[in-house]
């Protein structure tokens, strides 16, 4: 199986044992991270955290294959969440934290295969986080 073959299988097996596991990643957010609660300090109801993890999911499966608008949107999210005061390395927190989250729900399921795409999924968004201006550095390889 190539790494996007094993995080897809890791997206489905979690949506079907954990179903919505949005409240299990914004509690390990801000379990870690507590700083990171306030920014959500008017997310009432939970939509907007619903819908940026909703969003990371399509994004992922965007940079997992086609890559056809998911590294041009982290990268626009990340100079759009500096005018919230959100550093671009808590892009790669939240990332991380969505994969620790995925491990978790999967348990037993969790594979070294899943843990080795996770890494080195992880790793180029974080380049994509780090690198808003493409005109400094040459893009990460997509994965295979």
Do not use: N
């Not at 801000?30 to 940026?52: N, Q």
């Amino acid at each position: 199986m190539t790494d996007a073959d094993l995080i897809v299988l890791s997206l489905e097996r979690v949506g079907e044992v954990g179903g919505d596991i949005t409240p299990l990643v914004y509690a390990r957010l801000f379990a870690e991270h507590p700083d990171m609660e306030a920014l959500f300090a008017r997310d009432r109801d939970g939509s907007v955290k619903g819908e940026m993890l909703a969003r990371v999911f399509d994004a992922i499966l965007d940079f997992i294959d086609r890559r056809a608008y998911a590294a041009r949107m982290i990268q626009c999210e990340v100079v759009t969440h500096e005018g919230y005061g959100v550093p671009p390395e808590v892009f790669g927190l939240f990332f991380a934290t969505v994969g620790a989250t995925v491990a978790e729900v999967l348990d037993a399921e969790w594979t070294a295969a899943m843990a080795g795409a996770w890494t080195r999924l992880l790793a180029d968004l974080d380049w994509y986080a780090t690198h808003s201006d493409q005109t400094l550095a040459a893009p990460a390889p997509a994965l295979g």
